[in-house]
Each structure stands twice: as C-alpha cells, then as structure tokens.
C-alpha cells in the first residue's frame, strides 16, 4: 500500500503545474486523497481533497478556484492541477489517504502518506 506524488518543478508566477498521486494496494473507491503542503518554517496546511466515498471536493480558500482536484478512475491516480501559481504557493507538496470522506483541516486523520515533491514558484 503506498501513495507515491510527481510533478513537481520550477515555474513562473501566473504558470500551471499538474501533481499526480499514483494509489496502489488499495481500492480508491472508499477512501479520500487529499493534498497537503509545506512550505519551510511553515506548518503542513490542507490544500484540496477528493473523496471517493461521497464524491465531494474540498479546498483551501486560499487556493480556491486556481487549484483542481481530480482522479483518473481506471489509473487510480489523483492529480492536482494547479494554475495561475504564486509564489506563495512554493511548498512541498504531499498527498496522504483516509478511508471516508474529506477532512482537510486535520492532517493527522489521514492515514498513509506519500513522499513530497516540491513546487517552487519563481521568475
């Protein structure tokens, strides 16, 4: 069972990124995938979360309406698309699993955590 993020890298301010979370050794279809960042100095925030189990969406304000969470059913990969960037958006970014639904404000209900990978806004 593991979660395993890409997609990272070095973009402009107003740029786009696409995160992917490949899922394996467990069906997506009762658990929720939520990304999570964390800049340096900084605590690890909730970002977006899709939930399987319901099939509701949640999203930080801060990234509302620039961020898009998605999943690719016969892949079982969630991604993260992630346009008109800032600067304030450069964090390592994570995904983790919890069986249910949503819970973005409580990092610590989800169970299984995936390596980052790293966003780095800046011209």
């Known amino acids: 069972v593991q979660l395993q993020a890409s997609g990272g890298g070095l973009v402009q301010p107003g740029g786009s990124l696409k995160l992917s979370c490949v899922t394996s050794g467990f069906s997506l279809d009762y658990y929720a995938i939520g990304w999570f960042r964390q800049a340096p100095g900084k605590e690890r925030e909730g970002v977006a979360c899709?939930?399987?189990?319901?099939?509701?969406?949640e999203y930080a304000g801060s990234v509302q309406g620039r961020f898009f969470i998605s999943r690719e059913n016969t892949e079982d990969t969630v991604f993260l698309q992630m346009n008109d960037l800032e600067p304030e958006d450069t964090a390592v970014y994570f995904c983790a699993e919890r069986w249910g639904v949503c819970r973005l404000r409580v990092p610590k209900s989800y169970d299984l955590w995936g390596q980052g990978t790293l966003v780095t806004v800046s011209s």
């Open positions: 899709l939930s399987s189990k319901n099939g509701n969406t």
